[in-house]
T-cell receptor
Framework: NAGVTQTPKFRVLKTGQSMTLLCAQD?????MYWYRQDPGMGLRLIHY???????AKGEVPDGYNVSRLKKQNFLLGLESAAPSQTSVYFC?????????????FGQGTRLTVV | GEDVEQSLFLSVREGDSSVINCTYT??????LYWYKQEPGAGLQLLTY?????DMKQDQRLTVLLNKKDKHLSLRIADTQTGDSAIYFC????????????FGKGTSLLVTP
């Protein structure tokens, strides 16, 4: 049971470099989310998607872009990384928005920008 | 955005009960959740409660909901060292694609 898989698990970037984080889910979920987790800040929503081909901004979208070309994948891009983007990134998915719908989380990507 | 509030740290002795408190923001939230995060891992759903309930019990876990005060608590009976983790309270907001809105997390340390 793969669930939600994030790649890579760790990455070190230099300031100004770009990268893409991949999130893949095998549960046929419609909704997908990207969060970042910083010490003492909890999880903050970066972007989300309510279906294939749709994306929307969350609480802290600046400096990130996303794409949902396939239902099972949700990509998070950093075009020009900054030290402030050093964080642990979590992807999550859920089958629908309403009701007792559990959100399933990936194991996280630890990104360091130097 | 508005904050879900939790105390940041809790330390208990093994065998005691732990109580983690949370204040949420949206009175229209129909489900409220508790997630657990172990070191270096993602978040896992621990339990949840529907907003028309006052209490839910699930083995060692008891969730109490005071909807009037928008207060949620998680009680862990007979706390074990394996319960040491960060516990997040979360509400599901109607906007932002029903994304979960998390508190900052409570770090629970269980000492022998």
């Amino acid at each position: 049971n793969a669930g939600v898989t994030q790649t890579p698990k760790f990455r070190v970037l230099k300031t100004g470099q770009s990268m893409t984080l991949l999130c893949a889910q095998d549960m046929n979920h419609e909704y997908m989310y990207w969060y970042r987790q910083d010490p003492g800040m909890g999880l903050r929503l970066i972007h989300y998607s309510v279906g294939e081909g749709t994306t929307a901004k969350g609480e802290v979208p600046d400096g990130y872009n996303v794409s949902r070309l396939k239902k099972q994948n949700f990509l998070l891009g950093l075009e020009s990384a900054a030290p402030s983007q050093t964080s642990v990134y979590f992807c999550a998915s859920s089958s629908s928005g309403t009701g007792r719908t559990e959100a399933f989380f990936g194991q996280g990507t630890r990104l360091t920008v130097v | 955005g508005e904050d879900v509030e939790q105390s940041l740290f809790l330390s208990v002795r093994e065998g005691d009960s732990s109580v983690i408190n949370c204040t949420y923001t949206d009175s229209s939230s129909t489900y409220l959740y508790w997630y657990k995060q172990e070191p270096g891992a993602g978040l896992q759903l621990l339990t949840y409660i529907f907003s028309n309930m006052d209490m839910k019990q699930d083995q060692r876990l008891t969730v109490l909901l005071n909807k009037k005060d928008k207060h949620l608590s998680l009680r862990i009976a007979d706390t074990q060292t394996g319960d040491s983790a960060i516990y997040f309270c979360a509400e599901r907001k109607g906007n932002s694609g029903y994304a979960l809105n998390f508190g900052k997390g409570t770090s629970l340390l269980v000492t022998p």
